[in-house]
T-cell receptor
Framework: DVKVTQSSRYLVKRTGEKVFLECVQD?????MFWYRQDPGLGLRLIYF???????EKGDIPEGYSVSREKKERFSLILESASTNQTSMYLC????????????FGEGSWLTVV | KNEVEQSPQNLTAQEGEFITINCSYS?????LHWLQQHPGGGIVSLFM???GKKKHGRLIATINIQEKHSSLHITASHPRDSAVYIC????????????????FGKGTKLSVIP
């Protein structure tokens, strides 16, 4: 069974803390994505990566960075967490074929206090 | 810029009813995805289609490329179908934008009452 695994399901962090959200996929996919999902706004793309060490900004990259040192792992970093980054974060992966099925992780609920 | 519009935003149905959720988009695409998200859960891909019609159990998805429109139908709806259904598109490689990315609709929240 194909899998995208996000390391933390629920996190509570303080304003100013550095936060790492980890995502691992076991499908040898080239593409990996980080989204955030907020009520009324739907899913918004933060960053994506189409290969190891490659990254591209999505629609809302401000306040975030990413790391892709290995093909199976894509990390989202909040350098200095702020309350407006309280959200549900979803990782996803897909193969390089455009339009191929995309697989999502279970999501990480982050609360910044 | 591509927009993906879904309707309705919210839908309440009685168990057994036939349900239709609509999705329209504004630019050329290479594929359209229907996704399902249960409360508190991750997102599961139901269908990926670029033309015609696909069926899986009680779920049917259709797409009309010329009209830039897709529908998701649920026959004999059941309370376990209660979820948010999200339409997403992968842009055509000729659109000039990254063809790896998805553009999402805001979702349709479906509640099926016993």
């Amino acid at each position: 069974d194909v899998k995208v695994t996000q390391s933390s399901r629920y996190l509570v962090k303080r304003t100013g803390e550095k936060v790492f959200l980890e995502c691992v996929q076991d499908m040898d996919h080239e593409n990996m994505f980080w989204y955030r999902q907020d009520p009324g706004l739907g899913l918004r793309l933060i960053y994506f990566s189409y290969d190891v060490k490659m990254k591209e900004k999505g629609d809302i990259p401000e306040g975030y960075s990413v790391s892709r040192e290995k093909k199976e792992r894509f990390s989202l970093i909040l350098e200095s967490a702020s309350t407006n980054q309280t959200s549900m974060y979803l990782c996803a992966s897909s193969s390089r074929v455009p339009g191929n099925t995309i697989y999502f992780g279970e999501g990480s609920w982050l609360t910044v206090v | 810029k591509n927009e993906v519009e879904q309707s309705p935003q919210n839908l309440t149905a009685q168990e057994g009813e036939f349900i239709t959720i609509n999705c329209s988009y504004s630019v050329g695409i290479s594929a359209l995805h229907w996704l399902q998200q249960h409360p508190g859960g991750g997102i599961v891909s139901l269908f990926m289609l670029s033309s015609g019609k696909k069926k899986h159990g009680r779920l049917i998805a259709t797409i009309n490329i010329q009209e830039k429109h897709s529908s998701l139908h649920i026959t004999a709806s059941h309370p376990r179908d209660s979820a948010v259904y999200i339409c997403a598109v992968t842009l055509s490689p000729y659109s000039g934008a990254g063809s790896y990315q998805l553009t999402f609709g805001k979702g349709t929240k479906l509640s099926v009452i016993p």
